[in-house]
């Protein structure tokens, strides 16, 4: 097999990854957008890939590795004669993330399922494994083809709910010729990722002390939500979500994730402009059902946990006028670079007019630490691939057999 990095030798997100087999069977893993930033600085989304986004068909199948926009943001562009992979659960995000930000979502993909292999031409068989990460339902994929065996991690981390499960799941992949790995954090500090169970014991002193807790989060990452839900069951608080986050744990549908709809504790807040400014279709679709749970489903209590997002000033604005806002701190619970983006920047300093005088940082990382990067040795590759870094170089402090590369240079496995 050869290996091209189309996209991501040095840079964070927007990684595209190409293989193939000597039969010439070819792939690509993640096809995303690059970050708010580089994207700013591109200024240009459609990457024009001959034989994948224009053209005739060059290329026999595209694997995302999960929900993120970095990942999976630039699928609409590839052509319709191209079957792109993705895990049930990580379409579901998407297109949810899609609709209420307006984006397209013309995309068609065929469904992915953990430890099942898929063949590509009878020639190159792909199995995706479940893999830690603060996107739900994350994938690492192995491909095999011409007695060789590629490891592509995507994101991964083994800090969270699923961390225990990263060992055994190397194990079960055993030896590999080539891993190609993310190493978003080798450019931060080297220090040791906090577990998510550390990290909610911190914010359990956080729900004792305040009655009101609003919670600034990314809505997929289902474990920091099942955390805070939990503590909110624990010190006696009302858990709200808002109406995207109600949305996404309902489709989600598992019984394990707090929804409106599988929790008789757990309510949704819905903002006005989504009772006034979308479309019939819309509401309907998203917010209706919603609504008349509410009417079921009243909440009067002011000891309560509420789930954030960056535009809804307003309605925070509209609780304190009703006096709902006495004793309050926000959690800021994302990284913490997003701060400076102008529409959190704004909304961190304006709530502190409404009752809200704490902000408090809660966050542990979606990546790797290097502890957890090292693990990788076990697989004993003969060549490693560093992508979605800034620092790649530092990789070869860490792992066996580390081979920089350019972007489009071709590696043989």
């Excluded at 087999?21 to 240009?44: A, C």
């Excluded at 099942?116 to 739900?136: A, E, F, G, R, W």
């Excluded at 000033?313 to 304190?320: D, G």
Aim: aromatic share 10%.
């Amino acid at each position: 097999m050869k290996v091209r990095i189309l996209k991501g030798t040095n840079q964070i997100g927007g990684c595209i990854t190409e293989i193939t087999s000597d039969k010439g069977t070819k792939i690509i893993i993640d096809f995303g957008e690059d970050l708010p930033d580089d994207l700013e600085k591109n200024k240009k989304t459609n990457p024009n890939i001959d034989g994948l986004t224009i053209g005739k068909k060059k290329y026999d199948a595209v694997f995302i590795t999960h929900s993120h926009g970095d990942h999976i943001g630039l699928i609409n562009y590839i052509l319709d004669d191209i079957p792109v992979y993705v895990e049930g659960l990580s379409k579901i995000i998407y297109t949810l993330l899609s609709v209420f930000t307006y984006k397209d979502i013309r995309f068609k993909t065929e469904n992915m399922e953990f430890k099942k292999p898929i063949m590509v031409n009878n020639d190159m068989k792909i199995t995706p494994y479940l893999v830690d990460h603060s996107s739900y339902n994350s994938a690492m994929i192995l491909i095999e083809a011409d007695g060789k065996r590629i490891l592509h991690t995507g994101d991964f981390r083994s800090n969270g709910l699923k961390g225990q499960d990263f060992a055994p799941t190397l194990k079960e992949i055993g030896h590999v010729d080539m891993i190609i790995t993310e190493g978003t954090s080798l450019s931060r500090k080297n220090i040791d990722n906090e577990t998510e169970e550390q990290l909610m014991n911190r914010a359990h002193e956080t729900f004792l002390k305040y009655d009101q807790i609003f919670i600034l989060q990314s809505s997929t990452n289902i474990d920091r939500l099942q955390g805070f839900y939990d503590l909110a069951k624990i010190t006696g608080k009302t858990f709200i979500e808002d109406i995207f986050t109600a949305n996404l744990t309902t489709s989600l549908n598992e019984e394990k994730i707090p929804s409106p709809f599988n929790r008789d504790d757990v309510y949704t807040w819905v903002i006005s402009k989504y009772r006034q400014n979308k479309s019939l279709k819309f509401k309907r679709k998203y917010v209706y059902p919603f609504t008349e749970r509410i009417k079921q489903k009243s909440y009067k209590n002011k000891h309560y946990c509420l789930m954030v997002k960056g535009s809804m000033l307003e309605a925070i604005k509209k609780l304190y006028a009703k006096n709902f806002i006495d004793n309050a701190c926000l959690i800021y619970s994302m990284w913490d670079g997003y701060k400076e983006k102008d529409e959190i920047k704004s909304f961190l300093e304006e709530i502190k007019k409404y009752g809200i005088k704490d902000v408090i940082n809660l966050h542990t990382s979606g990546h790797a630490d290097r502890k957890t990067i090292s693990m990788l040795n076990e697989l004993g590759a003969k060549k490693v691939i560093p992508i979605h870094t800034t620092n790649p170089e530092e990789l070869v402090n860490i792992l066996n057999n580390v081979v920089l590369v350019e972007e489009k240079e071709v590696i043989s496995v």
